[in-house]
Every structure is written in structure tokens, then in C-alpha cells.
């Protein structure tokens, strides 16, 4: 099993809004992350988190806060987000830091 | 600037034929090459991984490393119309945590 769950799906917010996703893994993977696509565009790395710690943050406005509160669960906090915002928001999880990424369902958020 | 390159396409093939898609990566110690597909709305999807040269094969798929040449490839026989995606190749960096995406190859099956 490769599942990795995401919500919610969809995601409609204000810019004043606080809203936070949601990734889950039961896979015993101790490396998660969170990744941001644009349309036709590549996914781009925001967050790294190796055993619960984060290990890599790509230069994310504060904005975007992270959270690993366990090894099978990483939130996305976001809070004041601007329309530019407006994208696929990616989980992935893998074994270890180096090994092959699953992809979650996604959530497609727009920041009105 | 570690690069991952890929021809944008559309690649468009028949039915029934094979598909070739090709990755080139700048960084000379990456040591894993993954290929994803991605339908239109939904998240990348694994294909196959690939660590040693040569040729990889699981069912329809075929990858190819050649790390002298710096090239990933994956083929797929008797392409089919739900084969019709973008395919990510990617690229471990050295620090081994992040992916370098290529930016895909559009491949379109016809009937």
C-alpha cells in the first residue's frame, strides 16, 4: 500500500483566512513533504520534514507555516495568503529522505 | 543550478506504437531517476525508479539510464490512449531530500 491522503480536496479562501491541510501516511515513511504546482508548471518543493524534524524550508513566505506533529501526519498552516497563492498543494512521503516519493491526491486551493 | 530538462511536446503517437520520452539532468552525482505521469487536475503518479545503468522493465514501461551521457529515458510500448499524460522526469539532489523536476513531455495516444 502507497497511500498518501490528503484534505481536503478543494480549498476556497479570502486572504484574511486561516486554513490548515492536512497529510496522513501509514506507511511507516519517516520523510515527508509538501509541494506547491502551478498549472503546467513542475512541482516545486516548499517543506522537507526527515524523522519529524524539518529539515529543508525552500525559502516559504511565513505564511506557510508547516507542522509534523507525528510520523504520519504533516499540516500545512496558512494564514494571509495572497491570489497568487492559488495552486495544487502536494504531499509526498517516502522511506527515507533519499528514496522514492508517493504523491497524495493533492489539494487545489484558490485565495480569493 | 541543477537542471532537468525535457522536450515539452505534445509528443503525439499512434495507437499501438511506441512512445519515446527523454530526460537530460546537469548534476553528475545523481543517483536516482524516477518518472512520473501526471493526468490533467490529478498528482504525479510513480512510473518506475531507476538507480543502475541500463535498461529497467515492468510491463509496458521501459526505463533507461545511461549517467555517462547523463540521460534518463523511458519508452512505452503499445501506447494506448489512457497513456496520454505528462510525464515528469526527476531527479534526486545531491542532498538526496529534494526532487528536480523537469518541467514534462505532454504525450498524447491517438485512436
Known amino acids: 500500500d502507497t497511500e498518501v491522503t490528503q484534505t481536503p480536496k478543494h480549498l476556497v479562501m479570502g486572504m484574511t483566512n486561516k486554513k490548515s491541510l492536512k497529510c496522513e501516511q501509514h506507511?511507516?515513511?519517516?520523510?515527508m513533504y509538501w509541494y506547491k504546482q502551478k498549472a503546467k508548471k513542475p512541482p516545486e518543493l516548499m517543506f522537507v520534514y526527515s524523522y519529524e524534524k524539518l529539515s529543508i524550508n525552500e525559502s516559504v513566505p511565513s505564511r506557510f507555516s508547516p507542522e509534523c506533529p507525528n510520523s504520519s501526519l504533516l499540516n500545512l498552516h496558512l494564514h494571509a495568503l495572497q491570489p497568487e497563492d492559488s495552486a495544487l498543494y502536494l504531499c509526498?512521503?517516502?522511506?527515507?529522505?533519499?528514496?522514492?516519493?508517493?504523491f497524495g491526491p493533492g489539494t487545489r486551493l484558490l485565495v480569493l | 543550478q541543477k537542471e532537468v530538462e525535457q522536450n515539452s511536446g505534445p509528443l503525439s503517437v499512434p495507437e499501438g506504437a511506441i512512445a519515446s520520452l527523454n530526460c537530460t539532468y546537469s548534476?553528475?552525482?545523481?543517483?536516482?531517476f524516477f518518472w512520473y505521469r501526471q493526468y490533467s487536475g490529478k498528482s504525479p503518479e510513480l512510473i518506475m525508479s531507476?538507480?543502475?545503468?541500463g535498461d529497467k522493465e515492468d510491463g509496458r514501461f521501459t526505463a533507461q539510464l545511461n549517467k555517462a551521457s547523463q540521460y534518463v529515458s523511458l519508452l512505452i510500448r503499445d501506447s494506448q490512449p489512457s497513456d496520454s499524460a505528462t510525464y515528469l522526469c526527476a531527479v534526486n539532489s545531491n542532498s538526496g531530500y529534494a526532487l528536480n523536476f523537469g518541467k514534462g513531455t505532454s504525450l498524447l495516444v491517438t485512436p
Open positions: 548534476d553528475r552525482v545523481s543517483q536516482s
Open positions: 506507511m511507516g515513511h519517516r520523510a
Open positions: 531507476i538507480y543502475s545503468n
Open positions: 509526498a512521503s517516502s522511506a527515507q529522505a533519499e528514496e522514492t516519493q508517493y
